[in-house]
């Protein structure tokens, strides 16, 4: 099985900054493509960053490019998101999810990310 635990989520002011982690057991990280997801309330679950497990290539979604920054430590089974200059509209519970095969197969519990303004 594999676990991923996000942690670092929080309240903060628009404009401020938070870095999330996502600890993943039971699987090969180094190996593994790694993502970050969001539902805000009322809205569907979408995408916001990933990072491949082999070549280190980046993807993010275009509201958050120049923003957010995705990273991994594969020492440390640990995938970061990086997130700066943030705005009510990043209100969301934030996911963690591990790629197996050709989807992202395990997910965390989420993280609540609260920006007020």
């Known amino acids: 099985q594999v676990h991923p635990v996000e942690s670092g989520g929080g309240l903060v002011q628009a404009g401020g900054s938070l870095r999330l982690s996502c600890a993943a057991s039971g699987v090969t990280f180094s190996t593994t493509a790694m993502a970050w997801f969001r539902q805000a309330p009322g809205k569907e679950r979408e995408f916001v960053a990933a990072?491949?497990?082999?070549?280190?290539?980046?993807d993010y979604v275009d509201s958050v490019k120049g923003r957010f920054t995705i990273s991994r430590d594969n020492a440390r089974n640990t995938v970061y998101l990086q997130m700066n200059s943030l705005t009510p509209d990043d209100t969301a519970v934030y996911y963690c999810a591990a790629r197996y095969g050709t989807s992202y197969k395990y997910w965390g519990q989420g993280t609540q990310v609260t920006v007020s303004s």
């Open positions: 990072i491949s497990g082999s070549s280190g290539a980046i």
